[in-house]
Nanobody, 124 residues
C-alpha cells in the first residue's frame, strides 16, 4: 500500500501548481483523501480534503478560493490545484488517506496512509 505525492516545485508568487496523489494497492475512492502541509518550524496543518461518501470538499480558510481538490477515480489519483500561490504556501505537502473514524478532517488521527511529501516553494 502506497501513496505517491508529486508535482511540487519552485514557483513565483501568483503562480500555480498541481499536486497529484496516486494510490498503489489502495483504492482511493473508498477513503477520505486529504492534503496536509508542514512549513519549517510550524505544525502540520490540514489544507484540503475530499470525502469518500459524496465527494464533498473541505478547505482551510487560508486556501479557500485559491486551491481546488479533485478526484479522478479512473486514475486512482487525487489532485490539488493551487492557484494564486503565496510565499506563505511554502511547505512540504503530504497526501493522506483514511476514514476519519469520527475525527474532523484536519485531524491527523483520521488517516492511516501517508505519502512521502512533495516540496512546494513559492518565491521570487
Amino acid at each position: 500500500v502506497q501513496l505517491q505525492a508529486s508535482g511540487g516545485g519552485l514557483v513565483q508568487p501568483g503562480g500555480s501548481l498541481r499536486l497529484s496523489c496516486a494510490g498503489s494497492g489502495l483504492t482511493l475512492r473508498y477513503y477520505y483523501i486529504a492534503w496536509f502541509r508542514q512549513a519549517p518550524g510550524k505544525e502540520c496543518e490540514g489544507v484540503s480534503c475530499v470525502s469518500s461518501r459524496d465527494g464533498s470538499t473541505y478547505y482551510a480558510d487560508s486556501v479557500k478560493g485559491r486551491f481546488t481538490i479533485s478526484r479522478d477515480n479512473d486514475k486512482n489519483t487525487v489532485y490539488l490545484q493551487m492557484n494564486s500561490l503565496k510565499p506563505e504556501d511554502t511547505a512540504v505537502y503530504y497526501c493522506a488517506a483514511g476514514r476519519l473514524y469520527g475525527s474532523n478532517w484536519p485531524s491527523l488521527r483520521g488517516y492511516d496512509y501517508w505519502g512521502q511529501g512533495t516540496l512546494v516553494t513559492v518565491s521570487s
